[in-house]
């Protein structure tokens, strides 16, 4: 199977130099570390979910309140495993879709390290309680500049790939790749560094950019650059359209940094930067259908594929809940819905279906359709890969439109001051119990895709399985 540069044209085709050979180090090292976070943190959410059904649960050991498990599930899902499992992934694509090996392997290899340790000491932080109490951006200051150095470490590794490539043509993928290695420097020293200097409405501003920006301009735009690239590369079918994947990206560029305040629409912010990040919201429509409609486009005559193909059913999966997701947003911007679902369960549900079922399943479909061919061995179990499929569809969709149906509810209950706010918690026990067992499901689901990708690893090389 070859890339993709363009929208008919694959990079790579009739070149005279012999393709490189990829060690792949820092790719293994980052994905192995990612699936172990995404297990070990998804025990952890679990645990949450019970204690909404059983508030008394481990409530006397000080080290498991929800006060302590709530960040490092937040920080634990994002950075330890999804960033990780991005980083790794990008370190894979990147080299491939450049014609040349990795920059420095030894880099990569250092990057990993830090990047380890910086997950690992998050979780003796924030158990401990040392917490900044800004939403995503828990971290002590000392951590926050270590994230710095190891984004600047990755950031240069894939910009050197890049610079010597061997491929005129760059196809999109790389272009998400350089968007999120500059946007998330920006997003990131703005919501741990720069909050720290303001105070009030202006620092609630600030955080609330850093904290829809962290979706917008660091998961979403990588996790359009492994759709992008695996879409293709799964269902071995040309992109449909490079100049619309190109609108898509600009118009992303553009618009999405705009968006954070309409999480503080009604409350104490100028009339004005309500109404400006409303308009923007809406707008993101664009960059979102320009997106949507190129993977559907590309998959014209090969929806079949689907059946058999487990990377490929991740992939559109997460495409329809990017598309929800994103159609979700701008309503939840206009005044009279926001009204009604701001402060809601109706924000972890949308929370959950971009970070889990948009770009996990982005990330989870890249995993498995990389980490065989990167160790020249069959996947360990089809069986288990349409499992870990199944579980996690079913529970996330449990688990979303709950945390929907149950969050419009409560949002009608609070606008009627009638009703004692006790009875609006005491309402929502059937949905927190649904919530639970929909967590079960995904949690096994996630149980099935590390178990398949650890013993994948562990499996014996059957070099006539490779594939390039």
Known sequence: MQEHSSARVQPGVGASTAAPVHTDATAKWFLISSVAYFFIVGIIAVTIAAKFVWPELLGTVQYLTYGRLRPLHVNGMLFGWLLSADMGLTFYLVPRLCGVKLYSEKLGLATAALWNFIVLSAVVCLLLGINQGLEYAELPTWLDVLVVVAWVMFGA????????????????????????????AFVYLTGNFAVLFATGVNQANLNWMYVH???????????????????????????????????????????????????????????????????????????????????????????????????????????????????????????????????????????????????????????????????????????????????????????????????FWQGWQWNNPAIPFIDTVKALNPVWVVRFFSGILMFLGIVTFSYNVLATFLGETEPEKAAA
Not at 381 to 394: G, K, Q
């Open 157 to 184: 590794n894939i910009f050197a790939t890049i610079a010597q490539r061997k491929f005129e043509a760059m196809y999109v993928s790389l272009w998400y790749v350089m968007g999120t290695i500059l946007w998330t």
């Open 213 to 407: 920006n962290a979706v917008g301009l660091i998961f979403t735009p990588v996790g359009l650059a492994l759709a992008y690239y695996y879409i293709p590369k799964s269902s071995n079918t040309p992109l449909h359209s490079h100049k619309l994947s190109m609108i898509g990206f600009w118009s992303l560029a553009f618009v999405y940094v705009w968006t954070g305040a309409h999480h503080m629409i009604h409350g104490p912010i100028s009339q004005w930067l309500q109404t400006i990040t409303i308009a923007f919201s809406v707008m993101l429509l664009i960059p979102v259908w320009a997106a949507v409609y190129n993977f559907f486009a590309t998959m014209k005559g090969q929806w079949h594929q689907m059946r058999g193909n487990v990377p490929l059913k991740f992939l559109m999966s997460g495409v329809v809940f990017y598309l929800l997701t994103c159609f979700q947003g701008p309503m939840h911007s206009l005044r009279a819905v926001n009204a009604i679902v701001s402060k809601t369960d109706w924000i972890p549900g949308h929370a959950h279906m971009a970070v889990l079922g948009a770009f996990s399943f982005f990330a989870i479909a890249g995993t498995y359709y990389t980490i065989p061919r990167m160790l020249n061995r069959k996947l360990f179990s089809e069986a288990l890969a349409n499992w870990s499929y199944w579980l996690l569809m079913i529970g996330g969709l449990g688990f979303f439109v709950t945390l929907w149906l149950g969050g």
